[in-house]
Nanobody, 118 residues
Framework: QVQLVESGGGLVQPGGSLRLSCAAS????????MKWYRQAPEKQRELVAA???????NYSDSVKGRFTISRDNAKMTVYLQMNSLQPEDTAVYYC????????????WGQGIQVTVSS
């Protein structure tokens, strides 16, 4: 079992920045692809960014160039640096760990609110 705990959310003005953290415990961190998802009210959960332990990074088109995902394997933590935030970035952000090989299990954090508003 992997436990994931997010932190760093809150209220920020448009154009501002936030950094989310997700601390993992209970598993071999390097065997998981670490991802950030978000879910806005009345919308489906969407993948925001993903990072493998080997350095591969992927982003959704909506955040490319503004958000940066990184991971510290020694600290078993994944980060999401969010810059140039806009009201449409308002959502609950979830940390996800997906095993890189069979049985490809998923673990989720509890979610953290990010609100972008003036």
């Amino acid at each position: 079992q992997v436990q994931l705990v997010e932190s760093g959310g809150g209220l920020v003005q448009p154009g501002g920045s936030l950094r989310l953290s997700c601390a993992a415990s209970g598993g071999i961190f390097t065997t998981y692809v670490m991802k950030w998802y978000r879910q806005a009210p009345e919308k489906q959960r969407e993948l925001v960014a993903a990072a493998t332990s080997s350095g591969i990074r992927n982003y959704s088109d909506s955040v490319k160039g503004r958000f940066t995902i990184s991971r510290d394997n020694a600290k078993m933590t994944v980060y999401l640096q969010m810059n140039s935030l806009q009201p449409e970035d308002t959502a609950v952000y979830y940390c996800n760990a997906r095993k890189m090989y069979y049985p490809f299990v998923d673990f989720w954090g509890q979610g953290i609110q990010v609100t972008v508003s003036s």
